[in-house]
């Protein structure tokens, strides 16, 4: 079985642009999460996916949004990119059902911002 | 909401010396209580993890801890081996979301 996939792996954007990363959960996974990871922060939630409806959202301003579509594939999206949006961005799928001990994080997308 | 503190940030010891992580949690509705581990480049991977109705686990060289009461959690490695250094990470669950520590870096020394 293939394990969570992202895309793409490294990004480098300007400040002020927007930027899309995807993810692709392991197959018969329907819960993504998504967090961000940075040296100084760590890391850090910033939403949950569930047959396509939001159903948790961490601390992060409007500016991070995401979506999931039926096929469970999931998108965020960052807008109006600011210096400290540099990060790796990863994201993790588990299936209907399960609990933590059962999520699987992706590689991650490296995102730079200049 | 939750916050995780770990601590300390950075240790280092030599091969075969024990390491003990720690980490506090504020919410006292935290209930689960995984520990990822990190190699440089690669992505967390769960190692251990430790509900709130127990007190300890161990699955062979290491170990987690839970004091409630004291809201802290601690991650124990014996006979560490080089292949141990990694980023460790802790993170409680409260009301379903995960919260991490900053991590912390271990070093195992040959």
């Known amino acids: 079985k293939a394990g969570v996939t992202q895309t793409p792996r490294y990004l480098i954007k300007t400040r002020g642009q927007q930027v899309t990363l995807s993810c692709s959960p392991i197959s018969g996974h329907r819960s993504v999460s998504w967090y961000q990871q940075t040296p100084g922060q760590g890391l850090q939630f910033l939403f949950e996916?569930?047959?396509?409806?939001?159903?948790n959202k961490g601390n992060f301003p409007g500016r991070f949004s995401g979506r999931q579509f039926s096929n469970s594939r999931s998108e965020m999206n960052v807008s109006t990119l600011e210096l400290g949006d540099s990060a790796l961005y990863l994201c993790?799928?588990?299936?209907?059902?399960?609990?933590?001990?059962?999520?699987?994080f992706g590689p991650g997308t490296r995102l730079t911002v200049l | 909401g939750e916050n995780v503190e770990q601590h300390p940030s950075t240790l280092s010891v030599q091969e075969g010396d024990s390491a003990v992580i720690k980490c506090t949690y504020s919410?006292?509705?935290?209930?689960?209580f995984p520990w990822y581990k990190q190699e440089l480049g690669k992505r967390p991977q769960l190692i251990i993890d430790i509900r709130s109705n127990v007190g300890e686990k161990k699955d062979q060289r290491i170990a987690v801890t839970l004091n409630k009461t004291a809201k802290h959690f601690s991650l124990h490695i014996t006979e560490t081996q080089p292949e141990d250094s990694a980023v460790y990470f802790c993170?409680?669950?409260?009301?379903?979301?995960?919260?991490f520590g900053k991590g912390i870096t271990l070093s195992v020394r040959p």
């Open positions: 993170a409680a669950i409260a009301n379903s979301k995960l919260t």
């Open positions: 996916y569930f047959s396509e409806t939001q159903r």
């Open positions: 919410d006292s509705a935290s209930n689960y």
């Open positions: 993790a799928s588990r299936r209907q059902g399960a609990e933590y001990n059962e999520q699987f």
